[in-house]
């Protein structure tokens, strides 16, 4: 008896009915944000919105890792001849975990540029912006389609096309925002003329093909010693290499693009970047200048700072006059010039042991103070201090005895019972930088011993009043920094008694303008530094 052959129907498949509501609920809220939201607002949004979009780097290589492996997952179903069922479950979770991801990665993105001055009308920032929103409404329409595709055993083609247009769009603006990150020559900065040529791009520059490579000051030459350009030889590529990198075309933080001379002079949101002839009014020595510790030094944490001799000779060129054409046959150059020059590229001036001090730069004998070689026993003392504080003593010269002391590696561990530890080498001290530490009045007593001190950072101290009568003992002083302290109109009046200071610094203290006026008026030599662009 023959049995017959009954065919089973084939199991409901439940339509995504609701993936598809909430996946259009997810793009209308991507496409409203920005139209709601108006432009970005800077430093008015609350810190949450600010704090929330710095996650954004983070986020952003979540969709660009899952969408690739998606991608290759139906590479390998086509090419291998696969049946799009057997992909489909295995494709679902990751597209759901790209597409959610690229939802997060692009609140997080426009919270980041909500929250940033510098993309208000930055036309590569708004493309960005736009692109991953397009990226993300795209993901989301891919998962839906998927999820339609697999429910009715349908036709995949349409899932995927739609897959690869969406990697496309993710390419483009991932790299728009590369190219705010690193600036948008950042993929071919480095690529040889033959690449270069095949892209229709300019061949490189002698000068670009001769850059110092791993940091190294020597510039590139249009000449030899007095034949180079000041500003293009030497001044350029020292803040090519420590500044350019976030101040230029698609990158220009606050605003200020330092690529080009006419718009370093020009300056950003802060005012113009020089102040030719007044190097101390400058705002981008004013940033150099700053603890390495505060927030609005520059070049900031965790870029490569700029070095002393390289921010001697950028202050000596704008102190004569910053001129673009000027070669150094054209200056009469003073020998600190000359050594910090000689750092920079050997051949302009004769070479000298390294100055460890900041501004001034010259050492101890040219303001009439005999120096000599250190003995053992001052050696003994040093090498003994440097274990405790490593780095932060050293002689400033290795033909001189006096020394210079930083705390800028101990900052919030030094106070005054540590710094009384360097009691029986004070009296050697020429410079000395305790900004952002733990120290007193009592400290600063201490340096009433330094009868050779020209220099002296005291930045974001707790230091008073009290301190200024200790700096008085001092007449060799020639730089003072009491940048963030408690001094006062009391204390700062009497620093006209010090004749050969040339510096004084007293951004955000209680200063009054009436009584810089007056002390001014007394130290005619002397600049005065109250804040950016003063």
Same mark, same amino acid.
């Given at each position: 008896?023959?049995?017959?052959?009954?065919?089973?129907?084939?199991?409901?498949?439940?339509?995504?009915?609701?993936?598809?509501?909430?996946?259009?609920?997810?793009?209308?809220?991507?496409?409203?944000?920005?139209?709601?939201?108006?432009?970005?607002?800077?430093?008015?949004?609350?810190?949450?919105?600010?704090? *929330?979009?710095?996650?954004?780097?983070?986020?952003?290589?979540?969709?660009?890792?899952?969408?690739?492996?998606?991608?290759?997952?139906?590479?390998?179903?086509?090419?291998?001849?696969?049946?799009?069922?057997? +992909?489909?479950?295995?494709?679902?979770?990751?597209?759901?975990?790209?597409?959610?991801?690229?939802?997060?990665?692009?609140?997080?993105?426009?919270?980041?540029?909500?929250?940033?001055?510098?993309?208000?009308?930055?036309?590569?920032?708004?493309?960005?912006?736009?692109?991953?929103?397009?990226?993300? +409404?795209?993901?989301?329409?891919?998962?839906?389609?998927?999820?339609?595709?697999?429910?009715?055993?349908?036709?995949?083609?349409?899932?995927?096309?739609?897959?690869?247009?969406?990697?496309?769009?993710?390419?483009?603006?991932?790299?728009?925002?590369?190219?705010?990150?690193?600036?948008?020559?950042?993929?071919?900065?480095?690529?040889?003329?033959?690449?270069?040529?095949?892209?229709?791009?300019?061949?490189?520059?002698?000068?670009?093909?001769?850059?110092?490579?791993?940091?190294?000051?020597?510039?590139?030459?249009?000449?030899?010693?007095?034949?180079?350009?000041?500003? $293009?030889?030497?001044?350029?590529?020292?803040?090519?290499?420590?500044?350019?990198?976030?101040?230029?075309?698609?990158?220009?933080?606050?605003?200020?693009?330092?690529?080009?001379?006419?718009?370093?002079?020009?300056?950003?949101?802060?005012?113009?970047?020089?102040?030719?002839?007044?190097?101390?009014?400058?705002?981008?020595?004013?940033?150099?200048?700053?603890?390495?510790?505060?927030?609005?030094?520059?070049?900031?944490?965790?870029?490569?700072?700029?070095?002393?001799?390289? =921010?001697?000779?950028?202050?000596?060129?704008?102190? !004569?006059?910053?001129?673009?054409?000027?070669?150094?046959?054209?200056?009469?150059?003073?020998?600190?010039?000359?050594?910090? @020059?000689?750092?920079?590229?050997?051949? !302009?001036?004769?070479?000298?042991?390294?100055?460890?001090?900041?501004?001034?730069?010259?050492?101890?004998?040219?303001?009439?103070?005999?120096?000599?070689?250190?003995?053992?026993?001052?050696?003994?003392?040093?090498?003994?201090?440097?274990?405790?504080?490593?780095?932060? @003593?050293?002689?400033?010269?290795?033909?001189?005895?006096?020394? $210079?002391? $930083?705390?800028?590696?101990?900052?919030?561990?030094?106070?005054?019972?540590?710094?009384?530890?360097?009691?029986?080498?004070?009296?050697?001290?020429? $410079?000395?930088?305790?900004?952002?530490?733990?120290?007193?009045?009592?400290? +600063?007593?201490? =340096?009433?011993?330094?009868? !050779?001190?020209?220099?002296?950072?005291?930045?974001?101290?707790?230091?008073?009043?009290?301190?200024?009568?200790?700096? @008085?003992?001092?007449?060799?002083?020639?730089?003072?920094?009491?940048?963030?302290?408690?001094?006062?109109?009391?204390?700062?009046?009497?620093?006209?008694?010090?004749? !050969? @200071?040339?510096?004084?610094?007293?951004?955000?203290?209680?200063?009054?303008?009436?009584?810089?006026?007056?002390?001014?008026?007394?130290?005619?030599?002397?600049? *005065?530094?109250?804040?950016?662009?003063?």
């Amino acid at each position: 008896m023959a049995v017959e052959e009954i065919e089973l129907p084939s199991p409901k498949r439940r339509k995504p009915w609701g993936i598809t509501f909430m996946g259009l609920l997810a793009i209308g809220g991507l496409i409203a944000m920005p139209i709601l939201a108006g432009p970005p607002e800077g430093d008015k949004m609350p810190d949450i919105v600010r704090f *929330i979009g710095n996650f954004h780097p983070v986020l952003l290589h979540l969709p660009i890792g899952v969408f690739a492996l998606i991608v290759l997952q139906e590479l390998g179903a086509i090419f291998g001849r696969r049946h799009h069922e057997q +992909v489909a479950n295995t494709a679902m979770f990751p597209l759901f975990f790209g597409a959610a991801s690229a939802i997060l990665a692009v609140i997080a993105g426009f919270l980041l540029y909500q929250g940033t001055d510098d993309y208000a009308g930055n036309a590569l920032a708004e493309r960005h912006l736009w692109g991953g929103l397009i990226f993300a +409404v795209a993901a989301v329409t891919t998962f839906i389609l998927k999820a339609w595709t697999v429910s009715l055993s349908g036709n995949p083609a349409f899932y995927r096309l739609l897959l690869f247009a969406s990697v496309s769009i993710m390419g483009f603006a991932s790299h728009d925002g590369g190219s705010i990150t690193h600036g948008e020559d950042h993929l071919t900065k480095y690529a040889p003329d033959p690449v270069r040529t095949l892209m229709g791009l300019e061949k490189k520059k002698d000068s670009e093909k001769e850059a110092p490579k791993g940091g190294g000051d020597k510039p590139a030459e249009s000449g030899g010693g007095g034949n180079q350009l000041v500003y $293009t030889d030497i001044v350029h590529p020292i803040l090519e290499r420590r500044c350019v990198q976030c101040h230029k075309a698609g990158k220009a933080k606050g605003k200020y693009r330092m690529d080009t001379y006419e718009l370093l002079v020009k300056g950003g949101k802060e005012g113009p970047g020089l102040e030719i002839g007044k190097s101390a009014n400058s705002n981008i020595v004013i940033r150099m200048e700053l603890p390495k510790d505060d927030e609005e030094h520059m070049p900031p944490e965790g870029k490569p700072d700029v070095e002393d001799h390289e =921010l001697a000779v950028i202050k000596w060129w704008i102190d !004569n006059g910053a001129d673009e054409k000027k070669s150094l046959a054209d200056f009469d150059i003073p020998a600190p010039v000359k050594e910090a @020059l000689a750092k920079i590229a050997p051949g !302009n001036g004769k070479a000298a042991a390294p100055a460890e001090g900041d501004e001034p730069r010259e050492t101890a004998a040219g303001h009439g103070s005999a120096t000599k070689l250190p003995d053992e026993a001052l050696k003994s003392s040093v090498a003994g201090i440097s274990k405790e504080f490593p780095g932060a @003593l050293s002689f400033e010269s290795q033909q001189s005895d006096l020394l $210079t002391f $930083t705390a800028v590696s101990l900052r919030g561990n030094l106070d005054d019972a540590a710094f009384k530890k360097l009691e029986s080498v004070t009296p050697q001290f020429v $410079t000395v930088d305790l900004s952002a530490t733990k120290i007193t009045d009592q400290a +600063v007593a201490q =340096l009433g011993a330094s009868k !050779n001190l020209r220099l002296v950072r005291l930045a974001e101290t707790g230091v008073t009043d009290a301190s200024i009568d200790t700096l @008085l003992k001092l007449p060799t002083l020639e730089s003072i920094n009491l940048y963030g302290t408690k001094v006062t109109d009391a204390g700062v009046s009497k620093l006209a008694a010090l004749g !050969n @200071l040339k510096r004084l610094y007293l951004w955000k203290t209680s200063v009054t303008p009436e009584t810089i006026k007056t002390l001014q008026e007394k130290l005619p030599k002397c600049e *005065i530094v109250t804040g950016l662009g003063s």
